[in-house]
Nanobody
Framework: VQLQAFGGGLVQAGAYLRLSCAAS????????MGWFRQAPGKEREFVAA????????NYADSVEGQFTISRDNANNMVYLQMNSLRPEDTAVYYC????????????????????WGRGTLVTVSS
């Protein structure tokens, strides 16, 4: 499966953005979808995940209540609504997919995901 994240940009603190991730290829399989981010000089970190059915989600403590992950299986899309953005949210954001029987929303390490898209840069100015 191929993934492409988009929707990043430069915004001021307090603004919002919605990131999108388009999946193509072998989308007939069921995948847990996740968002990760990597700030300059830091390791890639988990942001949020959503189960294949969409009925289960998980968030990093740092974004709980601020970000919302959702998906539209009919159109092979995953979204990350990011509200009240802060400078510390600045990072390259990646979407990832893991086969649902092997990757659950509770698994937060990048290696548990099988497919990755190119990231989209989010820059939040103070």
């Amino acid at each position: 499966v191929q993934l492409q994240a988009f929707g990043g940009g430069l915004v001021q603190a307090g603004a919002y953005l919605r990131l999108s991730c388009a999946a193509s290829g072998r989308t007939s399989r069921r995948y847990t979808m996740g968002w990760f981010r990597q700030a300059p000089g830091k390791e890639r970190e988990f942001v949020a995940a959503i189960s294949w059915s969409g009925d289960s989600t998980n968030y990093a403590d740092s974004v709980e209540g601020q970000f919302t992950i959702s998906r539209d299986n009919a159109n092979n899309m995953v979204y990350l609504q990011m509200n009240s953005l802060r400078p510390e949210d600045t990072a390259v954001y990646y979407c990832a997919a893991g086969f649902y029987l092997q990757t659950t929303v509770k698994q937060t390490t990048p290696t548990t995901y099988d497919y990755w898209g190119r990231g989209t840069l989010v820059t939040v100015s103070s």
